[in-house]
């Protein structure tokens, strides 16, 4: 049976770490997306706890923690629309170094 929600909601920009899915964006599994949405949501100890299972969850974790902390210290979703949009322009430029946590908050 299909879930009826009237408020959607999307993870920002993420990188997948499994194996299936390795580095693509956009396409995490289960456990990728429920783990970076409890680390957002303030709850790094649980987030950590999920991907300890798995043995690319380190991989996940390396791929993309910065981006997970300045989602996290984000007060609203435009904040998170913000921190996501230099994401994908830092990338698209070729920089290689990831910008502050509280850059642009």
Avoid: M
Wanted: positive net charge; aromatic residues 6%; charged residues 25%.
């Amino acid at each position: 049976p299909k879930v009826k929600n009237r408020h959607r909601r999307a993870l920002p920009f993420l990188q997948a770490g499994n194996p299936v899915k390795q580095d693509q964006v956009g396409t995490l599994s289960t456990a990728e997306a429920a783990a970076a949405a409890l680390y957002i949501a303030g709850h790094r100890e649980q987030a950590l706890s999920i991907l300890s299972a798995f043995g690319w969850g380190k991989h996940f974790l390396e791929l993309n923690e910065a981006l997970l902390e300045r989602y996290s210290h984000c007060k609203d979703s435009s904040d998170v629309v913000r921190v996501q949009e230099a994401e994908l322009e830092r990338r698209w430029r070729g920089t290689r170094n990831p910008p502050s946590v509280l850059d642009g908050i």
